[in-house]
């Protein structure tokens, strides 16, 4: 049964991926940290190749043939943005080089202006530090004050002490979707329901969401989200905001220069409408269209059906890590399906440095993620000082590099085990 799913999945779409079939360190390549970056299939390299090859030229500028041929791709993958999350419209959906721009946007031009002295922001211990870092600026700023979400005993986002925390002196609730150390998937639709009841405004987090599985900006009822087009096998350089219009509406100017103009005087400016608004400058054209076409690719496979197939293969990976007595692995367990957890798993190994794990591993071809994450402050929390190490998954990963995987895991522990012995 499960070789069937991997055919029918993994191993359909693998040929896709030139960058899989290698050796590292002469062991075939078993690549599992998609969590940090996604692999791009050829569909997306072709689009990125043949928009430099054979329409390259700026957009919305000129009146000449290449001009209008890559505005009308590059507003095409807007439109795909825009369905793919199920915005209301696509002036929703703002263009930014990554997630942590897209935070940036909305700290700057949205929180620095409407927060003062004593408005609170809640924001949890998991939080990526691009989900961190932006808001110790708007506090620092404006005096507003920053409170944490703690953990539940199973290390998933602990709703009973959101609601501890949050008051009519909450002005903003920025929160992760999916934990990139811990893989819990927090209950986003229940907490902007309960900010929007105190009139607070819901950020969240996508970047480990919406690669994976369905994400409906509807249903959320968030105010904004972010996202990266490299984990969603697109391009480096490329993400998007999504903004509910009227509020995108009410904020003034990111950054200024051309493209975000509508008249431009010696002393002054008028503005674009949205989504220009918030996009000074050239954009990543190649990059946008990529990920229109990154797009195309996820929903021709169907993230309904990515999601079931990496839920599998998360069930498969904990079964395999729980046969390590040493083996110690953070956030919740899968249930019975697989579900209720992302496709990762961050772990230790008793007293051996995530670092000299994933060192070993890579001599095995194994490529995983070790260290913080940029989640310091949660493994700090978590009393995890020198970090973690992470095996995180994609459609494109099959049961049997999860058994290489293993194997390699279960060697290097031993190994580690006779030099210490």
């Known amino acids: 049964m499960t070789l069937a799913k991997d055919i029918t999945i993994a191993h359909r779409v693998r040929r896709d991926f030139p960058i899989l079939h290698q050796e590292v360190n002469g062991k075939p390549l078993v690549y599992l940290d998609s969590a940090a970056t996604s692999q791009k299939p050829l569909f997306v390299l072709d689009a990125w190749r043949h928009y430099h090859e054979g329409y390259n030229s700026n957009v919305h500028r000129g009146a000449h043939t290449l001009s209008a041929k890559a505005t009308d791709a590059y507003e095409a993958a807007r ?12 002036n929703e959906i703002i263009y930014t080089r990554n997630a942590s721009e897209a935070i940036n946007l909305v700290a700057y031009s949205w929180a620095m202006n409407n927060l003062k002295a004593g408005d609170e922001i809640i924001l949890s211990v998991m939080e990526h530090h691009s989900n961190l870092v932006p808001w110790h600026f708007v506090a620092q700023k404006t005096g507003a004050v920053l409170k944490h979400v703690e953990l539940t005993p199973e290390e998933t ?4 002490n959101f609601k501890t925390l949050i008051s009519e002196k909450t002005k903003l609730v920025s929160v992760v979707h999916v934990s990139n150390t811990l893989g819990c998937i927090n209950p986003v639709q229940e907490i902007s329901a309960l900010a929007h009841k105190y009139g607070a405004k819901v950020l969240i987090d996508a970047c480990q969401s919406v690669p994976h599985m369905p994400v409906d900006v509807q249903e959320i009822d968030c105010d904004w989200l972010v996202a990266s087009g490299h984990k969603m096998c697109a391009p480096t350089g490329i993400g998007f905001l999504y903004g509910k219009e009227e509020i995108l509406n009410a904020m003034p100017p990111f950054l200024g220069g051309g493209e975000m103009i509508a008249d431009v005087y010696l002393d002054h400016s008028t503005y674009a409408e949205l989504p220009h608004k918030f996009e000074a400058g050239t954009p990543a054209i190649g990059e946008a269209i990529a990920l229109g076409a990154a797009i195309d690719y996820l929903n021709k496979l ?13 069930s498969y990976l904990f ?7 040493d083996i110690n692995i953070h956030g919740p367990k ?20 995530p670092n000299d794990l994933s060192a070993l591993l890579d001599q095995e ?19 995890l000082t020198s970090g973690t190490a992470r095996a995180s998954l994609a459609f494109y990963n099959t049961h049997q590099e999860i058994d290489v995987f293993i194997k390699s895991l279960k060697d290097t522990i031993d190994f580690f085990t006779s030099m210490l012995g």
């Open 79 to 90: 439109d795909k943005v825009a369905a793919f999350v199920n915005a209301n419209s696509r």
């Open 157 to 160: 986002f602990d709703f009973e």
């Open 302 to 314: 169907g993230m309904d059906q990515i999601h079931a197939y990496e839920a599998e293969l998360t």
């Open 319 to 325: 079964e395999q890590l729980e046969t390590i007595p």
């Open 334 to 353: 899968p249930n019975a399906n697989g579900f209720g957890r992302a496709a990762l798993a961050s772990f230790t190994a008793g007293d051996i440095h």
């Open 365 to 383: 071809g194994v490529a995983i993620r070790s260290g913080h994450h940029c989640t310091q402050p949660l493994h700090r929390y978590l009393n």
